[in-house]
């Protein structure tokens, strides 16, 4: 009997020798992994302080078009949009104009000097988009741009060759959307 309570004693001291060193290990290793955790300093030295801040956004785009569109054929309506940055921060853009019902055998569409493009009509949505996109598309801060939006009936415009032209008029509501994106 007296050997058995000698190896419980051993495995026990053995045990305890065992997760003290682990304990030990487990202490130490907090000790150097917390010396390496980011900590926010402010600029004038005290930790946690809450003085960040996230610059301001701020753009504007107006132009001076209308809701509906009466065209001519032959003739083109043109349209001024003007787009200012008033953010803290440098941004880029894109410019869509979106027709109600199918006008891409009608219209082309173009936005400054841009060569004019014809649009995508959506089925689903009953529409026609044009959309502008260039990586010239950009503005910094302060900065404002006009573009020259410029729509023009095209010869598919006509129905057949016996409509006078002269009396040849159609209206289209559209819409203008300009989209904007932070550039870091």
Request: charged residues 20%.
């Amino acid at each position: 009997m007296q050997e058995k309570k000698t190896s419980n004693r051993a495995m026990s001291s053995g045990l305890c020798r065992i997760c003290a060193a682990m304990l030990m290990l487990t202490l130490i290793s907090c000790h150097v992994i917390s010396g390496t955790m980011a900590k926010y300093v402010s600029s004038s030295g005290q930790q946690n302080s809450d003085d960040a801040r996230v610059a301001s956004f701020s753009v504007n785009a107006s132009g001076n078009s209308s809701d509906a569109l009466s065209m001519i054929y032959g003739e083109s309506a043109d349209y001024t949009l003007n787009i200012k940055n008033d953010s803290e921060v440098a941004v880029s853009y894109q410019v869509i104009i979106s027709f109600a019902d199918d006008v891409s055998d009608k219209l082309a569409v173009a936005l400054g000097t841009a060569t004019p493009q014809n649009g995508v009509y959506n089925s689903s949505e009953n529409k026609t988009v044009f959309t502008f996109t260039d990586s010239g598309f950009c503005l910094n801060v302060g900065e404002e741009v006009s573009k020259n939006l410029v729509i023009t009936a095209k010869a598919s415009f006509l129905p057949d060759e016996n409509t006078k032209v002269e009396s040849l008029s159609e209206n289209y509501g559209f819409d203008t959307q300009v989209l904007f994106e932070q550039i870091d």
